[in-house]
């Protein structure tokens, strides 16, 4: 199974930890390319961290984020080859290769999903949008996204799901309590995230559910495949058709989302009754079977 294989020669719990130090200092070069952009004068220690990209170009602002998690790519190939003597493919899927078939499928039913709760809501209420298409702008908004927010999506997987994963299963010896950690890591990461400040403490729990389905899909189907399709159609159709001045991705995006923020009902309509549908398309579909011992069993 994904969290086991008796041909790995896993190492301890501080590897992971020194390995996660080397993650996030190649996140800190990628961020390097960002400097030449700031202001001079860096806003007060209270105010939005995100204020501190308001002056750069919304294309040239998404292209510098991303560039950030194109960076880590070279840092998880020296942790997992070098670091833990593990093959890459440790860290994302017990099959011998990835398969695409499965990203494919996950991507294009929760792209499905997504597009069609932005399209529903936009016709009940146009009133609370703006309709911002401007060609040249999402043509170059469009590549930069369809290149680099795969990219973006697959890093946090293979960091959550994949390394972390592995890493608290083998330190607790426990499939749940890996899940458990990484969702609540994955969650607690987007704290400075402005929808945070905008929503409330509260919206934290939507990217903790989150992070359940995705280690969920991941344990089940024993591989990152579904989790990489599913994150990343999330985050592009969201960057390529949705945004507000109050969000992590600001973009020339089709349509600006211009009424009063707040977290309602249907912000808790997904993970209370979407997810579940989508769990179970997945689990019939790759005819999942064992939910207890590949949620809840002992890794080794």
Same mark, same amino acid.
């Given at each position: 199974?994904?969290?086991?294989?008796?041909?790995?020669?896993?190492?301890?719990?501080?590897?992971?930890?020194?390995?996660?130090?080397?993650?996030?200092?190649?996140?800190?070069?990628?961020?390097?390319?960002?400097?030449?952009?700031?202001?001079? $004068?860096?806003? *007060?220690?209270?105010?939005?961290?995100?204020? !501190?990209?308001?002056?750069?170009?919304?294309?040239?602002?998404?292209?510098?984020?991303?560039?950030?998690?194109?960076?880590?790519?070279?840092?998880? +190939?020296?942790?997992?080859?070098?670091?833990?003597?593990?093959?890459?493919? *440790?860290?994302?899927?017990?099959?011998?290769?990835?398969?695409?078939?499965?990203?494919?499928?996950?991507?294009?039913?929760?792209?499905?999903?997504?597009?069609?709760?932005?399209? =529903?809501?936009?016709?009940?209420? &146009? $009133?609370?949008?703006?309709?911002?298409?401007?060609?040249?702008?999402?043509?170059?908004?469009?590549?930069?996204?369809? !290149?680099?927010?795969?990219?973006?999506?697959?890093?946090?997987?293979?960091?959550?799901?994949?390394?972390?994963?592995?890493?608290?299963?083998?330190?607790?010896?426990?499939?749940?309590?890996? !899940?458990?950690?990484?969702?609540?890591?994955?969650?607690?990461?987007?704290?400075?995230?402005?929808?945070?400040?905008?929503?409330?403490?509260?919206?934290?729990?939507?990217?903790?559910?989150?992070?359940?389905?995705?280690?969920?899909? /991941?344990?089940?189907?024993?591989?990152?495949?579904?989790?990489?399709?599913?994150?990343?159609?999330?985050?592009?159709?969201?960057? !390529?058709?949705?945004?507000?001045?109050?969000?992590?991705?600001?973009?020339?995006?089709?349509?600006?989302?211009?009424?009063?923020?707040?977290?309602?009902?249907?912000? +808790?309509?997904?993970? =209370?009754?979407?997810? &579940?549908?989508?769990?179970?398309?997945?689990?019939?579909?790759?005819? +999942? /079977?064992?939910?207890?011992?590949?949620?809840?069993?002992?890794?080794?």
């Amino acid at each position: 199974m994904f969290l086991w294989d008796k041909s790995y020669n896993l190492k301890g719990f501080w590897y992971y930890i020194l390995g996660s130090f080397i993650l996030i200092f190649f996140s800190i070069i990628g961020q390097l390319p960002m400097i030449p952009f700031l202001p001079n $004068e860096l806003p *007060s220690p209270d105010a939005d961290p995100m204020d !501190l990209f308001k002056g750069i170009e919304s294309n040239l602002r998404l292209f510098l984020l991303l560039l950030t998690f194109v960076a880590v790519v070279p840092g998880i +190939w020296l942790v997992v080859n070098k670091l833990h003597d593990l093959p890459l493919m *440790s860290v994302l899927s017990s099959r011998n290769k990835l398969d695409f078939e499965r990203i494919i499928y996950s991507f294009a039913i929760w792209g499905a999903t997504v597009l069609a709760f932005v399209l =529903l809501e936009y016709f009940l209420s &146009p $009133e609370s949008y703006l309709f911002n298409f401007k060609v040249k702008e999402f043509l170059i908004l469009a590549v930069i996204a369809i !290149l680099f927010i795969p990219i973006q999506t697959t890093v946090e997987e293979v960091v959550f799901r994949g390394y972390l994963m592995q890493g608290f299963g083998h330190w607790l010896n426990s499939r749940f309590m890996a !899940l458990f950690l990484t969702s609540f890591v994955f969650g607690l990461l987007h704290l400075s995230n402005p929808e945070i400040a905008t929503l409330g403490y509260e919206f934290i729990f939507i990217y903790i559910i989150g992070g359940f389905v995705l280690g969920i899909m /991941t344990l089940m189907d024993d591989g990152l495949e579904l989790a990489i399709g599913f994150h990343a159609a999330n985050n592009l159709i969201v960057v !390529l058709l949705l945004t507000a001045d109050w969000t992590v991705f600001q973009t020339e995006s089709i349509l600006i989302d211009i009424s009063e923020p707040s977290l309602g009902l249907s912000d +808790w309509l997904a993970p =209370l009754l979407v997810y &579940p549908i989508i769990i179970t398309i997945l689990s019939r579909k790759y005819a +999942w /079977t064992n939910w207890k011992k590949k949620l809840f069993s002992k890794v080794r």
